[in-house]
T-cell receptor, first 114, second 110 residues
């Protein structure tokens, strides 16, 4: 089966610009998560989708971040306008079934805001 | 904070030696998991231990869990250069949200 894919792998943008990250989960996985890792620190939860519905967006830093999951398939995470502190690696993960089901991660998008 | 904390932050050992990484957390958990991340790649699930278990094995991996001390350890026996990676503990406190720590960077010298 194809794994979780993320696009782009790297993005360099200027402060104030907009960036959209995309995640394609494993087919059939209802649960989709976004995480962020900044400067080698902990991997922080951003939000969780079940199919197309946002179940938990408690980790979204502010209203400059908008996540969508059209039709319960792929997801996008838009940052608008980007700030310097948004730099980091954004990971997407998907899972199916129980709470304890392992997460399957994509390789991440490295975002650099200059 | 609900984040897990791994210790040490970095570990360098010779091939063939054992590597031990520790994780501490502050809340009650349902289960604890360990993940590995190779540089530039996504995290890969290694093993899960439930809150009512004390020890679990998988190949060269041994995980222990002490809920009274709110801590877990991951032991990799007979390490190999291919084990070089970052290792993260992760846990659930109730819902679907998986909480990760900052990881331990392991370097195994050939």
């Amino acid at each position: 089966e194809a794994g979780v894919t993320q696009f782009p792998s790297h993005s360099v943008i200027e402060k104030g610009q907009t960036v959209t990250l995309r995640c394609d989960p494993i087919s059939g996985h209802d649960n989709l998560y976004w995480y962020r890792r900044v400067m080698g620190k902990e991997i922080k939860f951003l939000l969780h989708f079940v199919k197309e519905s946002k179940q938990d967006e408690s980790g979204m830093p502010n209203n400059r971040f908008l996540a969508e999951r059209t039709g319960g398939t792929y997801s996008t995470l838009k940052v608008q306008p980007a700030e310097l502190e948004d730099s980091g690696v954004y990971f997407c993960a998907s899972s199916q079934g129980q709470i304890s089901s392992p997460l399957h991660f994509g390789n991440g998008t490295r975002l650099t805001v200059t | 904070s609900q984040q897990g904390e791994e210790d040490p932050q970095a570990l360098s050992i010779q091939e063939g030696e054992n590597a031990t990484m520790n994780c501490s957390y502050k809340t009650s958990i349902n289960n604890l998991q360990w993940y590995r991340q190779n540089s530039g790649r996504g995290l890969v699930h290694l093993i899960l231990i439930r809150s009512n278990e004390r020890e679990k094995h998988s190949g060269r991996l041994r995980v222990t869990l002490d809920t009274s001390k709110k801590s877990s350890s991951l032991l990799i026996t007979a390490s190999r250069a291919a084990d070089t990676a970052s290792y993260f503990c992760a846990f659930h406190t109730g819902g679907f949200k998986t909480i990760f720590g900052a990881g331990t960077r392991l370097f195994v010298k050939a």
